[in-house]
């Protein structure tokens, strides 16, 4: 099977701008999350999408929104760019929400923000 | 709320010896507990995983980590370090009924000396 795939694999935007990042999970996978990772924070859970709903989100700002197709694939968007969002975004999927699934992650999308 | 703490964010070993990477959780529930490595540039990689089965968990790539209720721990280790093993480890922790949700500690860098 493939891995999971997020597109672009890098991404430079100006402040003010917003940008979209597309995850593909591996096939059969219903659950898609999502990751941001800096040096300063580490890495901190954004949300969790499950049969195209939202069921979990972590603390960010509004400006951070995401979607899930039927498909499975998901996006997620952020507005008004800030250069604090500078970071990799990493898209995990798995195939249920049990707790204690194995989630497996793509190779990210590094964001620059100037 | 749970949480992880991984002690030492560097951590150096000589080719052949013990690799030993620590992790304390704290959790109000049972925990379900991973160890996620990640190679530069790249996304992460599941090395081993406790869903409350056997303590003693054995992963890929010889790494094993046990997990010690009384003592909140567990630790990541590997009896021969590798210079392939170069790389930075990621503690992590769910729960049951909080989804996929995985809440990761800051991370130890590994590095393997000749």
């Known amino acids: 099977k493939a891995g999971v795939t997020q597109t672009p694999r890098y991404l430079i935007k100006t402040r003010g701008q917003q940008v979209t990042l597309s995850c593909s999970p591996i096939?059969?996978?219903?659950?898609v999350s999502w990751y941001q990772q800096t040096p300063g924070q580490g890495l901190q859970f954004l949300f969790e999408y499950f049969s195209e709903t939202q069921r979990n989100k972590g603390n960010f700002p509004g400006r951070f929104s995401g979607r899930q197709f039927s498909n499975s694939r998901s996006e997620m968007n952020v507005s008004t760019l800030e250069l604090g969002d500078s970071a990799l975004y990493l898209c995990?999927?798995?195939?249920?929400?049990?707790?204690?699934?194995?989630?497996?992650f793509g190779p990210g999308t590094r964001l620059l923000v100037l | 709320a749970q949480s992880v703490t991984q002690l030492g964010s560097h951590v150096s070993v000589s080719e052949g010896a013990l690799v030993l990477l620590r992790c304390n959780y704290s959790?109000?529930?049972?925990?379900?507990l991973f160890w996620y490595v990640q190679y530069p540039n790249q996304g992460l990689q599941l090395l081993l995983k406790?869903?409350?089965?056997?303590?003693l968990v054995k992963g890929i790539n010889g790494f094993e980590a046990e997990f010690k209720k009384s003592e909140t721990s567990f630790h990541l280790t590997k009896p021969s370090a590798h210079m392939s093993d170069a790389a930075e480890y990621f503690c992590a922790v769910t729960r049951t009924g909080g989804g996929n949700k995985l809440t990761f500690g800051t991370g130890t860098q590994l590095k393997v000396e000749l």
């Open positions: 406790y869903t409350s089965a056997a303590t």
């Open positions: 959790s109000s529930v049972p925990p379900y």
């Open positions: 995990a999927s798995s195939s249920s929400r049990g707790g204690g699934e194995t989630q497996y």
């Open positions: 096939s059969g996978h219903r659950s």
